[in-house]
Every structure is written in C-alpha cells, then in structure tokens.
C-alpha cells in the first residue's frame, strides 16, 4: 500500500511539473501574471510530493519493507539505522529520486526567494519544470524505485559494505546539492535569454554560490573517503567518477568569478551564459558516466542500455535546446563597457581562461579512452601522469595568478600598486621555499615550489584581511577561499613529496618502523559486528618500549553481500597522518601490514572547509543585503560603490 | 579598423592562441601516458615490448599464488589460452583470489614476468572487469552466464 502511495506522488509530481513549466513559461511574457502565480505555486507542489515519495521510500527501507523489490535488492534488518536511510541512495533507482528531490528543492527556492523580475523567474522557473519532468519521466518509465516483489523474501540483499560508511552516506547529497544546484544556475541562464534581461547573474548567484559550495564539500568528502576506506593511502586517483565531479566544480569555479564581473561592469555576458550552460551540462555528463554503467566503479549501479539511452537523449536535449537558445539569442544581448588590458576584468578572463584549459584537460583525458572504446575496441587508461603533465602545470599557473585578481581596479588597474602590496606574500613564499629547502628532506623543486606558492596564496589573503578591515563580506570570502587554496596545496605536496611507506608481513610480537613510529603487531582477533565479521589487527604504537597507544585496523567480511572490506586505522596530529591497513593472512598467525606516513594530509581536506567557508561568508553578506529592488545593477552604481 | 575591432581581434588571436596551445598539451600528454590493455594471449602474441607500462587482465591461475619473502606475491594471469608469470610486491586486494578475475598494472621484464606495481581491487564477487570479460571472450573461454 506504502508503495502505491510514493508511485501516485510521483504522477502528480509529474504532472505539476509539466503544469510549472508551461505556466512558468507563460509568465515570461509581460501579461502573464496569472500564469506566473501558477508556476509559483505548482514549484511548491512540486517539492511537496517528490518529498513526499522520498519520505515513503526511506520509511521503506526503514522498516525494511522487502515487498518493494529495490528495498528488498538493497536492504538488510541487520544494518544499522543510519546505513538503512543511506541505502536509499546507494542504488541507481534511490539515487535518481534524490537527485529529482534536489532539483525541486531549487525549484522552490527559485519561486519562494523571487529573485531577479518577475518574468525572469518565471521563465527560470519554465526551464527548473521542463529538467524536473524529464528527470521524472526517466524515474517513472526506467527506473521505478517503488516496482513490488511478490511474494516478499524474509531477507533484503544487503548494501556494498563500502558505501556503508559515515563519509559516503553523506557524500551523495552533498554532491547532489552542488550538480543540481548548477541547474538553478542554467534555469537562470535560460531564462536571461528568453526575456533579454541581463541582471540575471545578480539572482542566481546565491544558487551559484549554493552549488560551489556543496560540490566543494562533496568532492572533500569523497577524496576522504577514498583515503581512508580504500587503503591505499591516496586521496585523488584521478578515476573518471571524481573527474566527473571535479569538471563541474571547475567550471562552477570559473562561473562564480565570471558572473562577479557581468553583474558588475556587463563584461562577458555571453560568456558567463555560456559557462551556466557549460556547468550544468556537464553535472549531466557526470551523471551520465557515473551512473549509465560506461564506467565500472563503486559508483555505478544500472546497467540497463535503456537508461543509459535515455539520459543521452536527456543530455542531448536539454544542452542542444541550450546551445539553440543561446545561438538564436546571445547576439541580441547588448554587450558590456570596454576595459584596460590591466583591470580586474582582465584578471577574472585569466582566471576563466586556466579554469576552463584545466577543464579541458580532465575533460579529454575522462572521454578519450571511452570514444576510443566505442571506435574501435582499444581498451587504454588514462593515468596520473597524463594529469600530472597536463592539469597540474595549468592549474598551478592559475595559483601563481590569484592573487593579483582582488587588486586589480575595474575597468582600469594598476599592476605596480598592486605588486608593491604583495611584496610581503613574495616574502612569506621566500620564507616558505626556503624553510622547505633547509629542513626537509629528500629536496624537491616541485615540494619546494608548491610551498612556495601556498605561502603566496596564503599571504596575500592575510594581507587582504588586515588590509580590509570594515569592508564588505565579500572581500573575506574571497581571501578565505584563496586561501584554502594554499592550505589544500600544501596538504597535496606535503603528503606527494615526503610519504613514507612500509609493507611487511609480521608474526605477532615482531615490530616494524615507519618514518618516526615504531609499531608492534600484537595479533589479530576475531571481532564481531552488527552485520560483519571482522579480523581486527592489535598494533601497538611504541615509545620507548612502552605500548603508548592501540591502533586497531580491521579486515571485514559482510556475509549478507558476500564482500569485504578494509577498514583502515589513522592517527593524526592534525600535521601528519599514522595510517595502517591490514593486508591479507599469510599463515601461521603472520598478516601483511601496511603503514603510511602522510605528513600535511589533514591540510587537504581542512583547505576544502575553508574555501567552503569562504562560499558561506560570501552567500551570507548576499542573502543579508536587501535587494536594490527598483535599482538595476548598473555599472555605474556598482563602481562607485566599489 | 576602429580601435574596437582592433582590440576585438587582438582578443580573439590571444584566445586562439591560449586554446591551441591547450590543445598541444593534451594532445602531447595523451601520446605520452596512455596505458593499453592487454590480456595474456596479446602478451604471447609480443604486443607489448618489454619496460612499456600497461594493464595486464585475465583470471588468476588456480594454484599459481605463492608468497615469498616479506610482501612478495608470485601468480599467474591466464585467460585460458596463455598464461603470463606475474610479480607483485605489495599488499593484494580484498578479494584477490585464485580462479577469480583480476586487473593489474605494471610491466614485463626482461624475464619474460609481469612485474606489478598496482594490483587492483574488485569490488565485489560478482564483479568481473569487463576488460576481463572481453579478453575472455576473445580466447573463446567465456561463457555467458557462467560464474
């Protein structure tokens, strides 16, 4: 009965979806107030029922209702409460409904904040309708997460023991957030077009904002869990699943100080539509690799042609109808004042111009192996080193740029001025190369240069913040984010340049070194879990003959899926990382043991929470200001202003 | 021309130029670092020359896995109709097992032997690579709905 109830919610959600889309483009036009109240009311109906069938299909797994085959495919009684809500999106069908749920969430938003025009909500929200009844009308017809089981077994399939895992049960949202999110920001997008009305960056630029910083906390999060469940020790593969998650946090990135410039100068309006289509399309591409089944990963549940069929054709749509739009439109868009080779503009054109290279590079290096496949069967990987070649030298010559960017006048700057206040950053890098060069070893000029640039990064943004004192959030929110930069930088050349390593296999009582530790391998014993079993190695950390502390990385076997897993051990001092994972049993009470020592890895992940805490400070001095109602953004206003 | 235009196209050679040379980069770092595929029967067949980094797929060999000193792993990859020796130092897999499906990544030595520096992970029992599964079908050892 439950299930019926969340497939009829889906069907009205459909169907107010398409009532939101005409209506909504119907209000676009100047008489159309009726309609405009309609697509308002119809987005809040929207959100209503598609939480709704949400809430139905967690109450599902909850109580473990195994008449609803994906629950059934998917669930354990066994496993703990917050693993059973996470499974509702630990599978294709689940993971599809929280991906619609977003995406009304920002439809809601859109109608309930109002803002920009009226018409040009009204057709954002048109464009939010069509996306959420094409999304809808893939659930419904491909993958119906409320299909029946008849009759019910007595025991669910269980979930991949590598998703049950307090990182990634929060990491699918929190990416969500940020892929739907940018679809706010192309709804905006289309709708500048359609109406003409060029003070659209200025009302999608919270849903922007909103959307950078949950793709940043989302990749963190995955990178950390990548580190501490795979075992391996790495935080980033360079696996086409996190590119897929990177391009569009890239091109959000880029959108985010592309837009700053539209709203306030006019500069590179076309540009900045260009990029919100850009951004959203390719958080459709992501979805498309990681969930079609072209890729095999942890990440990849359907494996259904159709599906993968359907959401090409979803792709080819909504980006072709885009780039159609923008074609038709864009050159009747009166474009921005002119500005010096030297001006802030410039600067944000620099920065676009590295983000979107830096994109390209991920870009072509994720999709060439899989056009290679689709050609002619050649089966080649992309690795690391392609990265490392390409990516890595872009993005750093974007880092070396970043600071120059806040100090830059509009319209017109002046470099020596803004060198001269840089000349303690210069100093701070020297400090940092030097301080690389004469206390850690082995020497390297990649470690030894990356410092120095995270000591650029970080510097100029204390300078910005002593410098600005009583000025505007945004002024903050840029030096913190810049500033996470440096951090992260940091943590990645830290851990790359002096990782040490160990892998042995020890008898109990043996003792093994690792950079500056000594460990004792007291032996394993056999634990037992809510839904596992689990070897659980004891080793002692020692300090001069005395065991001062017990790590306890585990081997764990999950019978209800038939798999394994590792879970490793980490102790951190908040600069460097003890890790051990537990290797495979070698006979006789003998395992092999891994151990890493990550100087600077928690910086990774800490320089991530400060670039979102930027994005937070910034969203926050937005939503805190009233909107200039009568008052468009006119360039002149914003400069004086400045 | 007008300064405007003037500027216009400084701008647009500057793009083109920045978009060429990106172009370069990824076309030079793509020639440089791609790794192929290869299931043992292209091993034999001498498709890979010896120090070339490249992945090795196939099933290991039932009762070929022999540990040696410290971390030391000896197996064999076979995918029915050649069988290559491989070394790896390190800590396998969860579910590295004998008869199962396995991808690694290394090169071959002057020996003749694949010497690993990567042995990677499945995920779950079902899963078989699907590298794996091609090369299978390929030495005509698959069979559909086999496990």
Sequence with gaps: ????????????????????????????????????????????????????????????????????????????????????????????????????????????????????????????????????????????????????????????GGLNPLLQDPGLAMHPPMLYAGYVGLSAAFSYAAAALLVGEAGWTRAARPFMLIAWIALTCGIALGSWWAYYVLGWGGFWGWDPVENASLMPWLIATALLHSALATEKSGAFSTWTLL??????????????????????????????????????????????????????????????????????????????????????????????????????????????????????????????????????????????????????????????????????????????????????????????????????????????????????????????????????VLAPGQTMTVGPYTLRFDGVTREKGPNYVADRAHIALMNDDRAQTMLLPEHRFYPAEGQDMNDTAIRTTGLRDLYLALGDDRGGGRYALRAYVSPLAPLIWLGGLVMALGGFLSLWGRLRVKEPEAQPAAPAVALAAE | MTPKKKRRLAFAAALLAAGAAVAGVIVYGLGQNTMYFRSPSDVAAKQVSEGVAFRLGGLVEKGSVQHGADAQVHFRVTDGKSTIPADFNGVLPALFREGQGVVATGRMDARGTFVANEVLAKHDEKYMPPEVVDALKRSGRWQEGAK
Excluded at chain 1, 51 to 66: E, I, K, P, Q, R
Excluded at chain 1, 69 to 97: C, Q, R
Excluded at chain 1, 295 to 309: E, K, M
């Design chain 1, 275 to 504: 990029l919100a289509i850009a951004g959203f399309s390719l958080s459709l591409i992501g979805t498309f690799l990681v969930r079609s089944g072209v890729l095999t990963s942890v990440h990849t549940f359907a494996s259904d042609p159709t599906r993968g069929f359907f959401i090409m054709v979803l792709i080819a749509l909504a980006i072709g109808g885009a780039l159609a739009l923008f074609a038709w439109r864009a050159p009747s868009l009166q474009g921005g004042a002119a500005f010096a080779p030297v001006s802030r503009e410039s600067a944000l054109l620099l920065n676009n111009v590295f983000l979107v290279a830096s994109c390209a590079c991920v870009f072509v290096g994720t999709l060439y192996p899989l056009v290679l496949d689709a050609l002619d069967g050649t089966k080649i990987s992309v690795g690391p080193p392609y990265y490392a070649l390409t990516f890595a030298p872009i993005f750093f010559a974007l880092l070396l740029l970043v600071p120059f960017g806040p100090r830059l006048g509009w319209k017109r700057g002046d470099l020596k001025a803004a060198w001269r206040s840089l000349y303690p950053a210069l100093g701070v890098a020297a400090v940092a190369a030097l301080v690389v060069l004469a206390i850690v070893s082995p020497r390297g000029l990649a470690a030894t240069g990356a410092f120095a640039v995270a000591g650029w990064l970080i510097g100029a943004s204390l300078i910005d913040v002593r410098k600005r004192q009583g000025a505007r959030a945004s002024a903050f929110a840029a030096a913190l984010a810049h500033a996470g930069l440096g951090i992260t930088l940091m943590g990645v050349a830290g851990t790359t340049a002096w990782r040490s390593e160990a892998l042995t």
């Design chain 1, 1 to 156: 009965m439950i299930g019926e109830l969340g497939q009829l919610s889906l069907c009205f959600a459909l169907a107010l979806a398409l009532v939101m889309a005409v209506s909504g483009l119907m209000g676009a036009q100047a008489a159309g107030s009726i309609a405009r109240k309609v697509a308002t009311s119809s987005a809040m109906g929207l959100l209503v029922f598609v939480a709704l069938a949400f809430g139905v299909l967690t109450y599902a797994f909850v109580v473990s209702d195994f008449s609803v085959l994906l629950v059934a495919d998917h669930s354990h009684t066994l496993k703990p409460l917050v693993y059973k809500i996470s499974g509702v999106w630990g599978n294709h069908e689940g993971s599809m409904l929280l991906w619609v749920l977003v995406l009304s969430l920002y439809a809601a938003m859109v109608a309930g904040l109002q803002r920009g025009g009226a018409r040009l909500t009204s057709a954002a929200l048109g464009v939010q309708g069509l996306l959420a009844a094409a999304f809808l009308l893939f659930i419904l017809l491909t993958s119906n997460p409320f299909l029946r089981l008849d009759p019910a077994p007595f025991e669910g």
